[in-house]
């Protein structure tokens, strides 16, 4: 043949050979093992025994916390925690007899003894990560074996070895779902395998995939294989990795192998593969674009392993302080949500299209970050993240402080295994090494331990408060705002006050005061008892400094930060219910207003992108009421007309937030026009670029059902899960906001009901009466192993009911075995398309240089106060006459704008005035705030400019209910009472002054 025939033959050929080789049968076989366990609660030695009888025992399908009822019923101190057991009958034929045999656990709560056939396999106690046992020694093929798990739940685990607690097994934030809450699966391979990414059990860090070389305009990157490959045969073995990459769309894009590599028996290694490969889709923000990318394992022409990891590519970097992805700026603006990211009724054990759901929501009200909080999430959130195209901040274990000793260690060591585990999950761009301030040389380990497992994933190892760090790649704050020219500074958590999401304001029903509800700590806790509005409102009051000081306002910026916390949980509270409050959705993640505040805010990667309008509450008053109407908006100017009427322009504050004071009620129409950009060809000069517009609904006349989120193929596996929602609309079918009525639901079919929540006794949890809060509720039901139709019917008195139904399909399990994967065939989320070419922010203030300061006293610190470091500050001996220093600049500029972090920023007033020369430029005494003042003042040229204390000042905390959990009430580092007492002190930590850019 040819030459040239055969080339084209074999460019034919080789595309539908690599996709055969993809799809081919697997010498690997990787089942799902959450089928048919058993379980028992208590403790009983015999348990482990082969022939124990356990027909008594409840069948369960795992997922499973013990303990799933108690969750949002009871606080989070009283989840029971006691010894549990789980035992489960499955068969491997003959046919695998040679074959290595391991099981994976997702993780266990919270130490876990395994048994096979009466022989202990092993033990894992962390609580958290996944673990890995070979089974391989104690299989029994074509014969029946049992896996015996005993757990031991207590809070007060120790370590068998050492006696230590972990730091992590907290009762204020670790909500404890005891026994096997995450998915298991059974792995089968040749003696001559790929290893499992399960390090602290196994000793095996399996396959890593990564792409160098980005060339983003061009979609174009260098992909990588490594992974690590185990000889347990008894013959030498000559090895290469072929790699194939395959699109979203089920098409090869690319096929590459590495060089060949001698493996003797009883030895491993890692086999390595890269190419340059284009066209691709990079992963981005609400673009979970993923490929399936098969690491298969020749010797010769002969497979003997093959697996397919699901991941994607995107750049990262992070510098001046911001954060990068795809080349474009992006501000992080998210949630710090709980990793037990729970459900009432259920824990976190929830099904994979239920956590879609949940983490599509952030994505949806423009969230682009969640950060978990204390420790790891689970696989199944973590690939969920990866298809709805949210990033991850991402922890291993650790409470609010540093440790020391073998509580340290065992923080590294479960770092070590989350990186191992986790490592090819593209939504992941920064490793938390702690939740607050960790020691330098603790910082240093934890990015050695980055930098052994995951040196190529573009991802930031960092800290909360490593603000001075030189080790830190990230840093941030807590409750307040920071700024850098170096590394990004994140607010980790920058809001937890509660609000319930039934009580709408002091007008409505339930007519729940702003701030009523009992102490907490034998403090004030109004903060904790907020209403929608006020919690709305406050909402836009702390992402202000945050939006304010975003990329393009000068040099030192923040890089944005995580509302604590998404969804109400079932941890730490302090206000009138027995779980937090804190979510912008509640439990069931129906949405409060500050849910749709922080969507209009988010709409953008960093400016405003696009423009959204939200008119906070409802309308649906009684006759004579008059309220302050809000409005959420970025707008300059938002008008609002009721019934055709103009009201007149809103006052703006805080970035967004528009306010109509002494509004009468009437029944109608209520919009809210937000005008932008000038329009000639408009009679007003304005146009129109958003709206919002609420209507006064009539009488509750029905029930409406309907599902929420995806919900095709529902597996009759015992694990799957519906969730349907339940509004009282009128006649017009509109939801009406103010009304409460019960609701009573009935089920039929092969389903079982985990219901919802509600205020009242035990939360309504598992109730088949719920009340329609705000006149909507949600409920949970989850499948049977039973396939069919169920139906549920939804009554309440004086509404006409309603009805839905729907299918469940067969889910196959043979010999408690099972070839559906959870989570397989969920699709990606690509709503926001790929990263934008374009810049995402467009520059307004430039930062003046600062080339020297002087001053009366301390003259060998005056370099502190603008040396980008918040750790360190000027200040004078106390004495008015000398509060006063002067900066002065690189050059003659204009300058229009001055930000300072004054000592003291919650609580201090400090009275000052800024000039130029003889010239005053501003006046007046300084508010207290949440780190940062500005300062605008007509422009001037100038080369310096002096701050001069003026007078005695004030202090007076503005900000007393922000408070961390472990009583630190001041989280203003330089904050010294006897020092505030002195009025005459003038404290700066930095000082900033700008030019405008145009």
């Known amino acids: ?431 938390e090494s702690g939740n607050e301030s960790i020691s330098e040389e603790h910082m240093a380990e934890m990015k050695a331990i980055r930098d052994r497992y995951d040196p190529h994933g573009g991802r930031a190892s960092g800290s909360r408060e490593m603000l001075d760090s030189k080790e830190a790649e990230y840093g941030g704050e807590m409750l307040y705002i920071n700024k850098s020219a170096r590394i990004p500074m994140i607010a980790t958590e920058y809001s937890r006050d509660e609000a319930l999401r039934k009580y709408w304001d002091e007008l409505t029903p339930p007519y729940h005061i702003n701030g009523a509800g009992p102490l907490y700590r034998n403090a004030d806790a109004s903060a904790y008892n907020r209403n929608q509005d006020s919690f709305a409102k406050e909402a836009v009051v702390r992402w202000h400094d945050y939006f304010t000081w975003r990329a393009g306002r000068g040099k030192r910026v923040s890089s944005g930060g995580m509302n604590i916390i998404f969804s109400d949980t079932n941890t730490h509270y ?35 992108e696009n423009y959204r309008t939200h008119i906070v509450g409802h309308w649906n008053y009684a006759p004579g009421v008059i309220k302050d109407i809000l409005v959420v908006s970025p707008s300059d100017h938002v008008e609002l007309v009721l019934n055709g009427k103009s009201l007149g322009v809103g006052k703006k504050s805080h970035s967004f937030l528009h306010t109509f004071p002494a509004i009468e009620y009437q029944p109608g129409t209520l919009i809210a026009l937000s005008y932008g950009t000038m329009d000639t060809s408009s009679d007003t000069g304005q146009q129109v670029i958003s709206s919002d517009t609420l209507t006064t609904t009539g009488q509750p006349a029905a029930l409406k059902l309907s599902f929420v989120g995806n919900t095709s193929a529902i597996r009759a596996d015992g694990a799957d899960m519906v969730l349907v929602q339940v509004e009282v609309v009128d006649a017009e079918g509109r939801r ?29 949890i598992l109730s088949t009466t719920l009340p329609a809060e705000a006149g909507v509720n949600r409920a949970l039901i989850r499948s049977t192993t039973t396939a069919g139709k169920v139906k549920l019917t939804a009554t309440s008195d004086g509404l006409r009911g309603d009805q839905l139904t ?39 203030l430039r930062s003046a240089i600062i080339s020297s300061a002087t001053a009366p006293v301390n003259q060998d610190k005056v370099g502190y106060s603008y040396d980008d470091n918040e750790l360190t500050e000027w200040a004078n001996d106390g004495k008015l006459s000398t509060g006063t220093i002067t900066y002065h600049f690189d050059r003659t500029m204009q300058l229009a704008k001055a930000s300072f972090k004054l000592t003291g920023w919650r609580s201090r007033s400090y009275e000052i005035e800024l000039l130029a020369g003889d010239q005053v430029l501003w006046s007046g005494n300084t508010p207290p705030s949440l780190g940062y003042i500005s300062m605008n003042f007509e422009p001037v040229r100038t080369d310096s400019v002096t701050v001069r204390l003026t007078g005695a000042g004030s202090g007076n905390d503005a900000f007393s209910g922000i408070v961390e959990l472990a009583g630190h009430v001041e989280l203003d580092g330089f904050r010294d009472p006897k020092g505030m007492d002195n009025k005459g002190n003038l404290r700066i930590v930095e000082a900033e002054f700008y030019e405008p850019t145009n």
């Open 736 to 764: 009406c906001p103010d009304v409460h009525p019960l609701v009573n639901f009935r089920l039929e079919g092969p389903a079982e009901w985990r219901g919802g929540i509600g205020q009242g006794r035990d939360n309504y």
């Open 574 to 608: 302090r206000g009138e219910e027995n779980y937090r409050r804190s979510g912008e959705t509640d439990a069931m993640r129906i949405a409060k207003d500050a849910f749709f505040a922080h969507q209009v805010m988010w709409d953008g990667w960093v400016d405003i």
């Open 1 to 431: 043949m040819p030459m040239k025939k055969l080339v084209v033959l074999l460019c034919i050929l080789l595309p539908a050979y690599s996709i055969a080789v993809a799809n081919d049968e697997n010498p690997r076989q990787t089942y799902n093992f959450n089928a048919e366990w058993k379980l028992m609660i208590g403790d009983n030695k015999e348990a482990s025994r082969p022939a124990f009888n356990d027909e008594e025992w409840k069948t369960i399908t795992l997922p499973r916390a013990f303990n799933e009822n108690e969750a949002f019923r009871i606080s989070i101190e009283q989840l029971t925690d006691t010894v549990v057991w789980y035992r489960k009958h499955f068969r491997l034929p003959t046919s695998d007899k040679g074959k290595k045999v391991f099981i994976e656990f997702e993780g266990v709560r919270f130490g876990a003894d395994v048994y096979l056939n009466g022989h202990h396999m092993g033990s894992h106690e962390n609580g958290v990560m996944a673990f890995g046992i070979d089974l391989t020694s104690a299989i029994r093929y074509n014969q029946d074996n049992i896996i015996a798990v005993r757990v031991d739940n207590s809070w007060q685990y120790r370590e068998k070895a050492t006696g230590s607690t972990w730091q992590w097994n907290n009762k204020n934030f670790n909500a404890n779902y005891g026994g096997i809450p995450k998915n298991v699966f059974l792995h089968v391979t040749g003696p001559v395998y790929q290893t499992l990414p399960l390090y602290s059990s196994l000793k095996t860090t399996g396959t890593y995939i990564y792409a160098r070389e980005f060339d983003i305009p061009n979609r174009s990157a260098s992909i990588h294989a490594e992974s690590e490959v185990k000889n347990e045969s008894n013959k030498e073995q000559q090895l290469r990795l072929e790699v194939l990459v395959v699109n979203d769309e089920g098409t090869e894009i690319a096929r590459f192998r590495g060089n060949t590599t001698t493996l003797l028996p009883g030895s491993s290694a890692t086999l390595l593969a890269s190419e340059t490969v284009n066209n691709l889709h990079f992963w981005s923000w609400g673009y979970g674009y993923l490929y399936d990318v098969y690491t298969i394992l020749y010797s010769k022409d002969k497979v003997l392993d093959k697996i397919k990891t699901r991941t994607g590519f995107r750049k990262t970097e992070f510098r001046d302080g911001m954060v990068y992805l795809n080349d474009r700026v992006i501000q992080l603006k998210g949630y710090a949500q709980r990793t037990s990211n729970e459900w009432p009724g259920v824990g976190m054990s929830v099904a994979p299209r239920i956590s879609d759901y949940s983490n599509r929501l952030i994505v949806e009200g423009n969230g682009n970050m969640v950060r978990w909080m204390h420790v790891a999430p689970w696989k199944q959130d973590v690939e969920s993240c990866d298809r709805v195209g949210l990033m991850q901040m991402f922890p291993a274990g650790d409470a609010e402080k540093d440790a020391k000793g073998r509580q340290w260690e065992q923080r590294v060591e479960l770092m070590r295994d989350a990186i191992i585990y986790n490592r090819n999950n593209p939504s992941i761009v920064l490793w």
């Open 806 to 844: 729907y299918t469940t399909h067969p889910h196959p399990v043979t010999r408690g075995l099972s070839k559906v994967i959870p989570g397989d065939g969920l699709p990606s989320n690509l709503s926001r398309g790929e990263t934008p070419s374009t810049p995402s922010y467009k520059p307004t």
